[in-house]
């Protein structure tokens, strides 16, 4: 009898480990905004290498079809001397050894599996197969159980991690004494073994007072361990990253915890050069801690703010400047338009900007380089300049997480879900300048990544305006709306430039229309194109080889949409006369302050609708203040180039 019961223990650990690679613990949802998800593998044996395994995740909402929608590669990957090793975001603690980004976990009905295969066995949407699969789990978040995945991969339960934002949990295997295996939702134990068992680790913690500083001052890094240690624990950190190295800074990088003690410190002094190198990211990290000291968090990232950056000769929307930037656009680039109307002058136009044997279309990701470049803040060459909001902001905040809140993003000027374009999985590859699609007028799909309608925008603020109309949509309170005339041109570029895009009136429902024209056209009228939307007009043309017309010849627009349809087009008036004539009032109408926006203006006289002289100005900045009774008045506004009226309304 004793005989057998040993046979069947050993029997029993033996399936317990039939396989040399398991799914240990899954966390796809702590928070619910998933900053500390994580994955958790354990080997049979410690310190075990992971070459040749990867990790597939599988998709099992009706549109993923249970097929994979992520894959990361194992290689140069080795658990610790507990077997396990985590694969997860920075918000885990103790640090995971491989880091992944934030929310690219779903939360459930999905599945995980470990595969003994390589990354390019299994493309984004390749059905879920046992084909060289180690180890599996369906699993889900109170969902219901997703039968085709679990048939797919030889499962029999779906867990569950019946967690909350109060109360974390997450899915855990467990062995017992006989050696049978079962999963249970418990708190999330990474890089610990579930039941407690197992060496014990000593995490250390990285902490500073700010995440940012500017150049020249000095911050202290605190390190603490979670006990105290037996011995003195040396050991080193670097700071580097990219471009920031240790000629940037001054300090201790090599520190003593010391015996009996769980606590550090160093000060970091930075350099203050004279070098405008852009703001740049320390990046803490521990260099050679040895188990079973391991880092409580790592890769700490602390900014450094470069005082050298560089201004413009222009200046933003909300100050804007004229006839300072030039178009680039080639000799004769609009010449087959004169002599057209209507749609004869329509299709030449499209012939331009869409012609397939010179424009370019560039990746999604792509975008994010162009916008560094072609929304750059003319009063600080680190930041971008923010759409709709009207404010720079710093270029390395990017988001790149779950969380919008003081990061930016790209904004669809001509949203997706109205336009009926979306992306693809090459269109997240930022491959540069040189490599590009052939694209013509009937490519609607690379709308998604045109550039002339993408913007730098406030990422909460691109989430308020959504898929919204413009005329539903009008702004943030209390801006000054010099974003309006920008998105009017960019949008109505898009109705050229792709067929199957319309801008209309009203508010559409029908995919591929945008509204209100009507709005549209008088924020074109009242916001005629500065010097910053010229410039980035230039930038987007070197990638694209194409350009915004209604930037170049913004009187185009009466010709397509506006007041002068029908009627034949020629090429607008001289530099200077039309500088002139780009000249905006607005508000209009007005409770009492006018701002300027256009070329230089050397007075302003304000005449009654009878031809009565009311005011004049002589000193002007970049506003008047009217202090006028409500009615409709003329004003005429001169410098050196001649003169210009404009009706103005005061409410």
């Given at each position: 009898?004793?005989?057998?019961?040993?046979?069947?223990?050993?029997?029993?650990?033996?399936?317990?480990?039939?396989?040399?690679?398991?799914?240990?613990?899954?966390?796809?949802?702590?928070?619910?905004?998933?900053?500390?998800?994580?994955?958790?593998?354990?080997?049979?044996?410690?310190?075990?290498?992971?070459?040749?395994?990867?990790?597939?995740?599988?998709?099992?909402?009706?549109?993923?079809?249970?097929?994979?929608?992520?894959?990361?590669?194992?290689?140069?990957?080795?658990?610790?001397?507990?077997?396990?090793?985590?694969?997860?975001?920075?918000?885990?603690?103790?640090?995971?050894?491989?880091?992944?980004?934030?929310?690219?976990?779903?939360?459930?009905?999905?599945?995980?599996?470990?595969?003994?295969?390589?990354?390019?066995?299994?493309?984004?949407?390749?059905?879920?197969?046992?084909?060289?699969?180690?180890?599996?789990?369906?699993?889900?978040?109170?969902?219901?159980?997703?039968?085709?995945?679990?048939?797919?991969?030889?499962?029999?339960?779906?867990?569950?991690?019946?967690?909350?934002?109060?109360?974390?949990?997450?899915?855990?295997?467990?062995?017992?004494?006989?050696?049978?295996?079962?999963?249970?939702?418990?708190?999330?134990?990474?890089?610990?073994?579930?039941?407690?068992?197992?060496?014990?680790?000593?995490?250390?913690?990285?902490?500073?007072?700010?995440?940012?500083?500017?150049?020249?001052?000095?911050?202290?890094?605190?390190?603490?361990?979670?006990?105290?240690?037996?011995?003195?624990?040396?050991?080193?950190?670097?700071?580097?990253?990219?471009?920031?190295?240790?000629?940037?800074?001054?300090?201790?990088?090599?520190?003593?915890?010391?015996?009996?003690?769980?606590?550090?410190?160093?000060?970091?002094?930075?350099?203050?050069?004279?070098?405008?190198?852009?703001?740049?990211?320390?990046?803490?990290?521990?260099?050679?801690?040895?188990?079973?000291?391991?880092?409580?968090?790592?890769?700490?990232?602390?900014?450094?703010?470069?005082?050298?950056?560089?201004?413009?000769?222009?200046?933003?929307?909300?100050?804007?400047?004229?006839?300072?930037?030039?178009?680039?656009?080639?000799?004769?680039?609009?010449?087959?338009?004169?002599?057209?109307?209507?749609?004869?002058?329509?299709?030449?136009?499209?012939?331009?900007?869409?012609?397939?044997?010179?424009?370019?279309?560039?990746?999604?990701?792509?975008?994010?380089?162009?916008?560094?470049?072609?929304?750059?803040?003319?009063?600080?060459?680190?930041?971008?300049?923010?759409?709709?909001?009207?404010?720079?902001?710093?270029?390395?905040?990017?988001?790149?997480?779950?969380?919008?809140?003081?990061?930016?993003?790209?904004?669809?000027?001509?949203?997706?879900?109205?336009?009926?374009?979306?992306?693809?999985?090459?269109?997240?590859?930022?491959?540069?300048?040189?490599?590009?699609?052939?694209?013509?007028?009937?490519?609607?799909?690379?709308?998604?990544?045109?550039?002339?309608?993408?913007?730098?925008?406030?990422?909460?603020?691109?989430?308020?305006?959504?898929?919204?109309?413009?005329?539903?949509?009008?702004?943030?309170?209390?801006?000054?709306?010099?974003?309006?005339?920008?998105?009017?041109?960019?949008?109505?570029?898009?109705?050229?430039?792709?067929?199957?895009?319309?801008?209309?009136?009203?508010?559409?429902?029908?995919?591929?229309?945008?509204?209100?024209?009507?709005?549209?056209?008088?924020?074109?009228?009242?916001?005629?194109?500065?010097?910053?939307?010229?410039?980035?007009?230039?930038?987007?043309?070197?990638?694209?080889?194409?350009?915004?017309?209604?930037?170049?010849?913004?009187?185009?627009?009466?010709?397509?949409?506006?007041?002068?349809?029908?009627?034949?087009?020629?090429?607008q008036l001289s530099i200077e006369e039309n500088a002139l004539k780009a000249i905006s009032l607005y508000p209009n109408p007005t409770t009492d302050r006018?701002?300027?926006?256009?070329?230089?203006?050397?007075?302003?006289?304000?005449?009654?609708?009878?031809?009565?002289?009311?005011?004049?100005?002589?000193?002007?900045?970049?506003?008047?203040?009217?202090?006028?009774?409500?009615?409709?008045?003329?004003?005429?506004?001169?410098?050196?180039?001649?003169?210009?009226?404009?009706?103005?309304?005061?409410?």
């Amino acid at each position: 009898m004793k005989r057998f019961i040993i046979v069947l223990v050993v029997f029993l650990c033996h399936n317990a480990w039939s396989q040399i690679l398991v799914i240990n613990e899954l966390d796809a949802d702590s928070p619910s905004t998933d900053t500390a998800e994580f994955i958790e593998l354990k080997s049979q044996t410690p310190n075990f290498s992971t070459d040749g395994y990867i990790l597939v995740f599988f998709n099992g909402s009706s549109s993923g079809a249970d097929s994979s929608y992520m894959v990361i590669d194992l290689n140069g990957n080795q658990t610790d001397n507990n077997g396990l090793l985590v694969i997860g975001s920075s918000g885990v603690y103790p640090a995971p050894q491989l880091l992944i980004p934030e929310n690219v976990i779903q939360n459930g009905a999905d599945a995980v599996g470990i595969y003994q295969a390589s990354i390019n066995d299994f493309p984004e949407g390749t059905l879920a197969t046992q084909t060289n699969l180690i180890d599996a789990m369906v699993y889900g978040t109170n969902d219901p159980d997703d039968t085709g995945l679990l048939a797919l991969l030889g499962e029999t339960v779906q867990y569950n991690d019946d967690g909350t934002n109060a109360n974390p949990k997450s899915i855990q295997r467990f062995v017992d004494g006989m050696g049978a295996e079962s999963f249970s939702s418990a708190t999330p134990t990474p890089r610990r073994e579930n039941d407690g068992s197992g060496i014990a680790i000593n995490p250390i913690q990285i902490t500073v007072t700010e995440t940012q500083y500017d150049e020249g001052t000095s911050f202290d890094i605190i390190f603490t361990s979670e006990m105290n240690v037996a011995s003195d624990l040396n050991f080193n950190i670097s700071l580097n990253n990219f471009g920031f190295n240790t000629s940037d800074f001054s300090g201790n990088t090599n520190l003593t915890i010391s015996n009996g003690t769980n606590s550090t410190s160093t000060t970091i002094t930075l350099t203050d050069d004279s070098d405008d190198e852009g703001d740049e990211v320390i990046r803490i990290q521990f260099t050679d801690l040895v188990e079973p000291i391991v880092p409580g968090n790592n890769n700490v990232e602390v900014r450094v703010v470069d005082n050298d950056f560089s201004v413009a000769s222009w200046g933003t929307p909300i100050n804007p400047t004229t006839g300072i930037v030039q178009s680039t656009q080639p000799d004769g680039y609009y010449d087959s338009l004169d002599g057209l109307s209507d749609m004869a002058l329509r299709q030449a136009l499209q012939d331009i900007i869409a012609n397939p044997t010179v424009v370019r279309a560039q990746t999604y990701a792509d975008v994010v380089d162009i916008l560094l470049e072609a929304d750059q803040n003319p009063e600080n060459s680190n930041q971008v300049w923010l759409v709709y909001t009207e404010e720079g902001r710093a270029k390395l905040d990017l988001q790149t997480g779950s969380d919008g809140t003081g990061k930016w993003n790209r904004e669809h000027t001509f949203p997706r879900s109205r336009g009926g374009f979306d992306d693809i999985e090459e269109d997240e590859i930022a491959d540069g300048i040189d490599v590009f699609w052939t694209t013509e007028a009937d490519s609607l799909r690379h709308g998604n990544s045109d550039a002339h309608a993408l913007r730098a925008v406030d990422a909460i603020e691109n989430s308020t305006r959504g898929n919204q109309h413009y005329g539903e949509y009008i702004g943030p309170s209390g801006t000054l709306g010099s974003f309006r005339g920008d998105v009017a041109r960019s949008v109505l570029y898009m109705e050229i430039r792709y067929n199957g895009l319309q801008v209309v009136n009203g508010f559409p429902t029908t995919t591929g229309q945008l509204g209100d024209l009507a709005t549209l056209l008088d924020w074109h009228r009242n916001d005629p194109p500065d010097d910053f939307e010229m410039n980035r007009n230039n930038v987007v043309y070197t990638w694209q080889f194409n350009r915004n017309p209604f930037i170049d010849q913004p009187d185009l627009v009466e010709y397509i949409w506006g007041n002068n349809v029908g009627e034949v087009w020629d090429q607008q008036l001289s530099i200077e006369e039309n500088a002139l004539k780009a000249i905006s009032l607005y508000p209009n109408p007005t409770t009492d302050r006018l701002y300027i926006k256009g070329t230089d203006i050397m007075s302003i006289e304000v005449y009654s609708v009878e031809g009565k002289l009311l005011k004049q100005f002589n000193s002007i900045e970049n506003y008047i203040d009217l202090e006028l009774a409500s009615g409709l008045y003329l004003l005429k506004l001169e410098n050196e180039k001649g003169f210009v009226t404009r009706k103005i309304v005061v409410e």
